[in-house]
């Protein structure tokens, strides 16, 4: 039974170096073997598994591994121990629908199959006959597995990596996500949820247009989808626009931000282009007087098409870049260690997200400085103007900097704004490869590095973002598996009988108890965040004339009467004119930008050398330095680059204590005083308290996500240190001292 | 141009080092912490709200609410005004109102007044002056060279601009061609040894314009203008003495010496048989006098080894010393054999001892070429050889070069990444701390003494057992215990600072300069970093330590030996850089400092963790500077700290005096919690 493919584990290779030789598994085959099963989820259903199977420990430099059972149910992909599981050892931050060793399949990015010492990548054909000796998991959340398949009964093995290539693999149809079968029962914890404005009735769009005083219009005609598919439910036109049946909705300005000046961000899909190039033309003309009518007649338009990557670029270099994250043993670990700057910078994905918030930049300049309105467009409307409108908003409104904020902002321009999730991230396994495309992972990105720059300023934190960027692969909320309002809605209805009780409902992905419990959801909030301070007004009074003078900020006496009233002129049309003028400069210029990322130069540094505030302007830095890697993100699983004992994780405990210190003894005084007993804060910052982990343990830079358990405090001394540095020899061989051995001489 | 300033104080280094006193952390309240006193008081404020607030404020930059931009724009008015550059940290801790009043006081003060430390004189005033800044444009105004600094302030009246050059970071001086600002002008450029090269045109009409040069050159060159270094003219008190630091024979006993292995020697008392160590050296016991007087002719420059470290339970030793002198013919030593064995016996834990070379392999091949060489192990039995394979002193020069072209004046964003890898600044460095890593593991792990060379045993040898020493010992990450790590490691030991730095050497091409020790520096920034809480220290405190090991204002940098210290008798005739550092610890001190006491810490030496630090090396680029200086927030964190503390022994106070009155709360509240994490430092 162990005859197939154990030759290829006794290769001499370090990466299948098996410490186990088959006597060994004999020995361990006499231990009573007890039946290992998953804790099924409800709804869950298991398919196949398979026992002996080696799992690789990645957290050694040593390629050991340990036995268990490899299961296929249609959540996920799992691996049980044999070994009693140590996992209890204070992981306070665990996620309850799957473990350090589950695969929800949708996570699955590529499979390789390892035949014969060659890794070759698996696809649908190549799954037919042979089973490989060892299989190898990319997941999208940049964590690699690798399970030798050689220790278990032939069939065994062919079942279970036939099952999870079939799975994870093949196309499949949306009805058969785990979502629709996962019967977990909405929690008590619901609050939270309804936090978060779901921007699916007309009163939330309401609200939000409430509170930023627009005078733009609510749009109910597409309750039923009767105007276009392709369109949100609801959503916000400028007041001046009449005519919204023409062009299937196509082209419409759909009103994302205003400006507390009355100017206001739009984003727009292209007319489609079958119409007459005459009709093409004034239709545009009838959208861009309409969002310049919103403000002061002005406006200027940016299509995102031409001038930032498209939407393949944004999933060739993702490609690439995470290649460097996807590492299986530490001998190609330390090899991709040389190249690291270069390959970074070869992968072009830092310089894409710069380029996304340069943009952003861009359209706030427009909004801030030159108080003039803003239409961004791009083919769908759905891609780059999603992330491009969501930057703006949070780099111009703190609400979004907030954690319901930046969730209700999320459902607004992505969820409700009907970007197309499921053709985006690929649930299905589709082969189509054109319409891939990570771009709210890209999104996400881009308000790392303004989180990062400005970490005071947003009331989440990184290991949120984190969080939030794998809950994209996990099958459970309906958040990210719908390509629009429409297909969620025709979806949900049509599938509904399937579900013998009631109609089909999933969690949202906002409902973060669905995945941690309250203790671990307090690491998504930022210790450091700089609430709002109320009297903050007072304290401002003093020097708030002078203030905005000097920085030219878009004040109310900005708005001054004359002006509106000079170009409120409608039938003046030569003023119109000129005015469409002035944005055809700025569309006519999209080579300028990136040639010599000038144009917001001084508006940067403007704001630059302001006093810093938080709850205001907030924008990014985006010089060479200061685009970084999302070292949480893509280094977490990488046992290597662990840091033992720092990270920022040292530094946030130590203000945890001294936190939870002051804390402590407020409430004591509370309960002394038996008249404010009631008072108890309920207050996120209470909770924090229990932030306070246990300092004894020394905790590594990766926390909280890879636990170090049995790491020896051996430090991880790199190899091959010398291979790629080209040491100019003549200088290398040259004398420390230039006269300490000429003079012997 | 204004603008300049606002963000961190004009292009000047980190500190105008200027009298002040120490101060006293209860002294200014700035504006958001009255709001704490009502929310204690009111029943629904919570003060560990504004706790959380003040953090986040002091965190980067806020506070500043009560700070306008014009209090802001004071401080670097403050500073022709003559009487304290430091103003900022005074102002900044004031209430608004307050500021307003200091503002009109400041008003009256004289424009075009320089601040001058003790002992500077003025050397020339030229008007007229244009700065062409690289950021912003170009900007007229006044050039005062004096003995120590070159000073440049705008004609603007509100907030001028200001940049200030300490003539010791000069490497040379050069005049340019600027044609294009008319006729009768020159121009001059200013190359810097800390990463900028500031340039500035001037008329040629006036006689005095003419001399700048000649002015600028003679002083910033004093050695090769038989003049003295500026060190030894100022003549700052500081409350501590720095000199005092350092005492050997303490810090030996720190470490448990001498005992029964190892002993104080005197043997180099006049410098006889070493002119590049200190006065006391710590070798074996058993070891004679002759013995070693036979190993120092068998070590290039008579470097024997000597115990730089030794483990507090282990008794496994980092020893240090130069090559042998083993040449093409493969010499031995008998002596020198057993002086490696009896350091080797010394360590009972072990029966090995391991030598790191720090040469790269085919160099030190060369070097046996040319009579010097390494270990041949089959002499020196139980010893086992390792190379670290790293590049010599010139290498190390050229790679910083490249990366001045890198960060200087601008930044290429896109291929930012591909321009620092093309100056391998951070592979060298990966390579030094992988090394410095092996090293400490070797003396934790495995329980051996280590020796530790490279070819004289004063540059890359400093270099690794001092950042070994700071892996191992927590003592050198302590404010003091670094200076005694610099002082003992690096000064006393001979690293030839005057040679690499060039210090008032107008030879600015010399092949012996290099920045070996900024290199050094640099490695402890990236610790600091993957660590954020183990050093007492902070990035300031590095910050100004290479400010100024080229400034030539203190004398703990200069020359290149003990010897030749003793003989210019710098203890007395200058001051100590550690003076004015331990005068105002504060500044210098690391908020979030927790005492790791006896843990080892080994630096990741991956490219994924080390960074350019970008707050050294890329300073001079108002883009890159943070909205605040970082030392602000964290003096203002250390504040805060401070504050914390006081109000939690408050409160422990209340606390305690209600406990006897009412026990309700007992098990909530040990008596041990209170204040724990507090009592770690400052």
Redesign the interface.
């Known amino acids: 039974m162990l005859s197939l493919g154990s030759g290829g584990a006794k290769s001499t290779k370090p990466s299948f170096v098996s410490y186990v030789t088959p006597e060994e598994i004999k020995l361990e085959k006499d231990l009573p073997k007890k039946e290992q099963h998953p804790d099924l989820l409800p709804g869950e259903v298991e398919f196949c598994s398979a026992n002996p199977i080696l799992k690789y420990t990645q957290d050694d430099l040593s390629q050991r591994g340990v036995f268990g059972t490899l299961f296929c149910t249609n959540f996920r992909v799992t691996f049980i121990s044999d070994e009693a599981s140590q996992e209890e050892t204070a992981k306070n931050f665990k996620n309850k629908l799957y473990g350090e060793n589950d695969i929800p399949l949708m996570c699955v990015d590529h499979i390789y199959g390892v035949y014969d010492e060659k890794k070759k990548l698996l696809t649908g054909a190549l799954v037919k006959n042979k089973y490989p000796s060892k299989m190898i998991i990319h997941c999208k959340d940049l964590r690699v597995f690798q399970f030798c398949l050689t220790f278990t009964k032939e069939e065994d093995a062919k079942k279970i990596f036939q099952g999870i290539a079939h799975h994870c693999l093949e196309e499949k149809s949306l009805k058969c996500v785990f979502a629709f079968s996962y019967m977990g029962t909405p929690s008590p914890e619901m609050q939270r949820k309804q936090e978060t404005i779901m921007f699916d009735s007309p009163e939330d769009w309401t609200q939000e247009m409430k509170r930023m005083k627009v005078n733009c219009r609510l749009v109910t005609e597409n309750e039923n989808f009767e105007l276009s598919q392709r369109l949100p439910k609801y959503f916000v036109i400028p007041s001046a626009l009449m005519d919204l049946f023409s062009y299937q909705g196509r082209g419409l300005p759909i009103w994302c931000w205003s400006h507390h000046s009355g100017c206001a961000l739009f984003k727009a899909s292209f007319p489609s282009m079958t119409q007459e190039d005459g009709d093409f033309q004034k239709h545009l003309d009838t959208m861009i007087n309409a969002v310049a009518h919103n403000y002061l007649y002005s406006v200027k338009t940016e299509d995102l098409s031409e001038s930032l990557p498209t939407i393949q670029d944004i999933q060739q270099s993702y490609n690439k870049f995470k290649q460097f994250f996807l590492i299986e043993n530490s001998t190609e670990f330390w090899l991709s260690d040389m190249k690291w700057f270069s390959s970074l910078e070869s992968s072009g994905w830092l310089d894409i997200i710069r380029q996304c918030l340069q943009k952003a930049l861009e359209v706030v300049e427009c909004l801030e400085k030159d108080n003039t309105n803003v239409l961004i467009t791009e083919e769908e409307g759905t891609d780059l103007c999603c992330v491009i409108s969501s930057l703006v908003q949070i780099m111009l409104d703190p609400y979004y900097r907030t954690l319901m904020g930046f969730q209700s902002l999320v459902q607004k321009e992505w969820v409700a704004g009907c970007h197309a999730f499921l053709d985006r991230c690929n649930h299905l396994h589709q082969k189509d490869k054109e319409c891939h495309s990570p771009v709210f992972l890209l999104f996400l990105e881009c308000v790392w590095q303004l989180v990062q720059q400005h970490s005071p300023a947003f009331q989440f934190s990184e290991t949120y973002l984190t969080v939030l960027s794998d809950s994209v692969h996990v099958p459970i909320f309906s958040t990210f598996l719908f390509n629009s309002a429409h297909h969620r809605e025709s979806f949900l209805k049509a599938e509904s009988p399937l579900a013998q009780s009631g109609p089909l409902s999933c969690p949202t992905v906002w409902d973060w108890s669905v995945q941690f419990d309250s203790k671990a959801q307090n690491f998504f909030f930022n210790p450091l965040y700089s609430e709002k301070v109320k009297h903050e007004k007072v304290v401002r009074r003093p020097h708030k004339p002078k203030h905005q003078r000097q920085l030219s900020l878009p004040s109310t006496a900005f708005k001054t009467p004359t002006k509106k009233g000079f170009f409120k002129d409608e039938t003046d049309s030569l003023k119109k004119m000129l005015r469409v003028k002035r944005i055809s400069r700025w569309i006519g210029s999209p080579d300028a930008p990136f040639a010599t990322t000038t144009p917001t130069r001084e508006f940067y540094e403007s704001w630059q050398q302001r006093p810093l505030d938080y709850h205001g302007l907030l924008l990014p830095c985006l010089d060479g330095p200061s685009v970084r890697v999302w070292m949480q993100r893509y280094l977490r699983w990488i046992p290597e680059v662990h840091i033992l004992g720092g990270g920022s994780v040292a530094v946030m405990t130590k203000l945890m204590e001294l936190l939870s210190q002051v804390q402590d003894l407020k409430r004591t005084l509370e309960q002394r005083d038996s008249s404010q007993a009631a008072k108890i804060d309920h207050r996120p910052y209470v909770q924090q308290r229990l932030l306070s982990f246990g300092t004894s343990g020394r905790l590594s830079s990766s926390f909280p996500f890879m636990h170090n358990r049995n790491r020896s405090f051996k430090p991880i001394i790199p190899t091959g240190l010398m291979q790629s540095l080209m040491v100019t020899e003549s200088l290398a061989n040259q004398e420390d001292e230039a006269t300490s051995f000429e003079s012997l001489v | 141009m204004e603008?300049q300033q606002?963000?961190s104080g004009s292009e000047s280094p980190v500190l105008p080092p200027v009298p002040r006193k120490p101060r006293n952390l209860g002294g200014g309240i700035p504006?958001?912490r009255q709001?704490s006193v009502d929310s204690l008081d009111s029943?629904?404020g919570?003060?560990?709200?504004w706790?959380?607030?003040l953090?986040?404020?002091t965190?980067?930059?806020?506070i500043?609410?009560?700070?306008?931009?014009?209090a802001?724009t004071r401080e670097c008015k403050s500073q022709d005004s003559g009487e304290d550059g430091c103003q900022f940290d005074s102002d900044y801790e004031l209430p608004?109102?307050t500021t307003q009043v200091f503002k009109d006081a400041r008003k009256q003060a004289p424009m075009d007044e320089v601040p001058l430390v003790p002992g500077e004189t003025i050397k020339t005033t030229v008007k007229d002056v244009m700065y062409i800044c690289p950021f912003t444009g170009a900007v007229t105004g006044t050039l005062t060279v004096t003995d120590y600094k070159l000073y440049f302030v705008s004609l603007e009246r509100d907030a001028p601009f200001i940049l200030d050059v300490n003539l010791g970071a000069i490497s040379r001086l050069e005049s340019i061609s600027v044609q294009s600002l008319g006729e009768n002008t020159s121009g001059m450029e200013i190359v810097c040894k800390d990463m900028r090269s500031p340039r500035f045109a001037y008329k040629n009409e006036e006689q005095s314009n003419l001399e700048i040069l000649e002015v600028l050159t003679k002083y910033a060159f004093p050695v090769s203008n038989e003049l003295s270094l500026f060190a030894f003219q100022y003549k700052e008190q500081f409350p501590e003495d720095g000199w005092k630091v350092y005492d050997p024979v303490a810090e030996y006993k720190r470490m448990g010496l001498p005992n029964e292995s190892w002993t104080i020697s005197k043997i180099n008392s006049n410098f006889e048989v070493c002119d590049t160590y200190p006065a006391l050296l710590i070798t074996p016991t058993s070891i004679k006098e002759d013995e070693i007087k036979r190993v120092a002719s068998f070590r290039?420059k008579h470097r024997i080894p000597v115990l730089s470290w030794i483990h507090p339970e282990t008794q496994a030793t980092i020893v240090r010393c130069s090559q042998p002198m083993v040449g093409p013919t493969d010499r031995r030593c008998k002596e020198d054999e057993h002086y490696l064995q009896t350091i080797m016996d010394a360590n009972a834990q072990s029966h090995k001892l391991t030598i790191f070379d720090a040469r790269?392999n085919?160099?030190a091949d060369?070097h046996k070429a040319?009579?010097?060489g390494y270990e041949n192990e089959n002499f020196y039995p139980n010893m086992e050889l390792n190379f670290l394979?790293i590049?010599?002193?010139?290498?190390i020069r050229?790679s910083l070069r490249k990366l001045k072209e890198v960060v200087y004046p601008t930044?290429?964003?896109?291929?930012?990444?591909?321009?620092?890898?093309a100056t391998?600044w951070?592979?060298?460095m990966?390579?030094l701390l992988?090394g410095a890593?092996?090293i400490?593991?070797k003396v934790e792990?495995s329980k051996s003494s280590v020796v530790v060379h490279?070819?004289?045993g004063w540059?890359r040898t400093a270099q690794l057992t001092s950042l070994a020493m700071l892996m191992l010992d927590s003592y050198y990450r302590t404010l003091r215990g670094f200076q005694v790590l610099l002082e003992k490691e690096w000064i006393s030991f001979g690293h030839k600072f005057a040679a690499r730095v060039g210090h008032g050497d107008q030879n600015h091409a010399n092949?012996?300069r290099s920045p070996l020790f900024v290199q050094f520096i640099d490695c402890v920034w990236q610790m600091m970093r993957?660590?954020?809480?183990?050093f007492e220290f902070n990035e300031l405190f590095l910050i100004t330590i290479l400010d100024h090991l080229y400034s030539c204002l203190f004398g703990t940098f200069l020359y290149n030996s003990e010897q030749e210290r003793v003989e210019k008798e710098v203890n007395s005739k200058t001051v100590s850089l550690w003076s004015y550092i331990n005068s105002q610890p504060e500044d210098f001190t690391n908020p979030?400092y927790?005492d790791?006491e006896n843990?080892?810490?080994?630096?990741?030496?991956?490219?994924?963790?080390l960074?350019?630090w970008?707050g050294y090396y890329?300073r001079w680029?108002?883009?890159?500077r943070p909205?605040?200086p970082v030392h602000q927030n964290l003096k203002d964190l250390l504040y805060l700290?401070a504050e914390?503390q006081r109000?939690?022994e408050e409160?422990?106070k209340?606390?305690s005096s209600?406990r006897s009155i009412?026990s309700?709360?007992e098990h909530?509240?040990s008596p041990s919690?209170?204040?724990t994490?507090?009592h770690t430092s400052v």
């Open positions: 603008k606002h963000s504006a958001p709001d029943p629904t919570s003060h560990v709200e706790c959380k607030q953090i986040a404020a965190i980067s930059s806020q500043s609410s009560g700070v306008p931009p014009e802001i608004s109102h290039v790269q085919t160099v060369n040319k009579d010097g394979e590049p010599n002193i010139h290498v050229e930044i290429d964003d896109p291929h930012w990444h591909s321009a620092i890898d391998h951070l592979q060298y990966r390579l992988a890593v092996r400490a593991d792990s490279c070819s004289d540059d092949s012996e993957q660590f954020p809480a183990a979030f927790v790791y843990h080892v810490l080994y630096p990741l030496a991956s490219l994924r963790h960074e350019l970008v890329v680029n108002p883009r890159m909205q605040m700290r914390l109000k939690a409160l422990q209340e606390v209600s009412s309700s709360s909530a509240y919690h209170g204040g994490p507090l």
